[in-house]
């Protein structure tokens, strides 16, 4: 079933990093599960234009993707209603066929979390790791960004570096901090004032924290499965902090 037009537009929220292995992609999904859990129409996007995984780590097969969207299809055709409750639309994994994308196709790529926000209420847009221009391009379509980081240094760095970029690209867009696999609630904290601190400083402008999401054995464990934390484990604590990050985007 696609998603029917509204008369005002849906929020795009993209979530990035400036490098991998961040939890990023299962965050998204994760998110997204929250908001359709919350009453939300929503759809996720996989924009990773070279790494696409959305599908792997929820063991789908795609018939249509993001690859059939740029080549002319209509995104509504494309997007795959799942049992977590939102809408998929796949990237292409298993190549970086569209890592390559530049004039037209790049610009079709790039815009489309518009397109889509005009039939879901809420939009959210994996980017893939990285401050290249696509990703930067995704990221100033966004009405938020959500930069994810670790607590570890070099996380930091590379999510101030998306942050300096963003404030360049998009200098009135809202942009927040998730800290996950933080260790607790204090140091999650911690950390976001670190990189707070920093943008105050050197950009001028505050990073509001948007979530703290521990560390927790159930994440991996849904992972291997194939199946969204929420449904697999609705009680874990990396499931509540979820809940809890999605309830304070409003």
Do not use: C
């Not at 889509?116 to 209420?121: F, K, T």
């Amino acid at each position: 079933m696609s998603a029917a037009p509204m008369t005002k537009p849906g929020r795009v929220i993209a979530i990035a990093s400036g490098k991998g292995g961040v939890g990023k992609t299962w965050l998204a999904i994760t998110l997204a599960q929250a908001l359709a859990q919350a009453g939300r129409r929503v759809v996720l996007m996989d924009a990773d234009l070279g790494l696409a995984n959305v599908d792997v780590q929820l063991g789908l097969k795609a018939g249509m993707d993001l690859g059939s969207v740029v080549a002319g299809a209509p995104p509504e055709q494309a997007a795959i209603p799942l049992p977590a409750g939102f809408h998929l639309l796949p990237g292409r994994s298993g190549t970086g066929a569209l890592a390559g994308l530049s004039g037209a196709a790049l610009e079709a790529a790039t815009s489309l979390p518009r397109r889509l926000a005009a039939g879901w209420q809420e939009v959210v847009v994996d980017i893939g790791a990285g401050v290249e221009a696509p990703q930067r391009r995704l990221a100033a379509q966004a009405d938020l960004l959500l930069v994810v980081a670790t607590e570890e240094p070099t996380s930091l760095t590379d999510a101030y570096a998306v942050l300096k970029l963003h404030a360049q690209d998009a200098p009135r867009a809202e942009a927040r901090l998730v800290v996950n696999l933080a260790a607790g609630a204090a140091s999650g904290q911690a950390t976001h004032a670190t990189l707070d601190a920093a943008a105050r400083r050197f950009l001028g402008r505050a990073v509001p924290l948007a979530g703290v999401i521990r560390r927790d054995a159930k994440v991996p464990d849904a992972i291997r499965h194939q199946t969204p934390l929420l449904t697999r484990h609705p009680g874990s604590a990396a499931a509540k902090d979820v809940a809890a990050l999605a309830r304070g985007l409003g």
